[in-house]
């Protein structure tokens, strides 16, 4: 096997190595977009890793490219955390890098590859993103892949509604708010 050549289909190791990479750390996000302007909500997907080991990066993006996919990849400044106990978490000298996955095909692609080998709560992050982004994707194939034309239907939104009952604990993510505008929207 030839670890050269980038055209090499990942492997299940690979594939393995990645998932435990999302599971500890990544993240899993359905999210729901409300717009000031009275305009339909917005609802996208994000699959993410972030670290700052260069090196755990590199290899997550050679496997993202080697099933075609091209991640997101931005470096930022990490900000350290202040613990109870008066002590600080984090290092300023070593930048933070996240690796984000949000086009439909690819999100899909990367999930339902991850998915079979995932255990913890991002499985079940997961379980919806996919069963979100397939409905989304055959309506767009449907569309004749115009997915301007393709909105949101009532089982979209339960979907999205369902992620935010079951995962987004924080009031700061206006929870209610989303789950209102989305029952309302249906």
Not at 123 to 133: D, E, G
Request: charged fraction near 25%; aromatic fraction near 6%.
């Amino acid at each position: 096997m030839d670890r050269d050549n980038q055209q090499e289909i990942p492997t299940d190791v690979e594939l393995a190595w990645l998932a435990g990479v999302l599971e500890c750390d990544g993240s899993v996000t359905l999210s729901c977009l409300v717009r000031r302007n009275g305009a339909k909500p917005k609802m996208g997907v994000e699959l993410k890793i972030y670290n700052t080991d260069g090196g755990i990066i590199a290899k997550a993006v050679s496997i993202m490219e080697r099933l075609g996919i091209s991640p997101y990849v931005i470096e930022r400044t990490q900000k350290t955390i202040d613990m109870k106990n008066g002590k600080q978490y984090g290092d300023k000298t070593k930048p933070m890098i996240a690796v984000t996955v949000k086009k439909l095909a690819s999100a899909y692609l990367l999930g339902k590859l991850l998915h079979p080998m995932m255990f913890g709560e991002k499985k079940h992050r997961l379980t919806l993103v996919i069963q979100f982004l397939a409905r989304r994707l055959a309506k767009i194939e449907a569309a004749g892949g115009n997915f301007r034309q393709v909105c949101y239907d009532k089982e979209d939104c339960a979907i999205v509604v369902d992620f935010y009952k079951r995962f987004v604990k924080r009031p700061g993510h206006n929870r209610h708010l989303v789950e209102a505008i989305l029952n309302d929207f249906t």
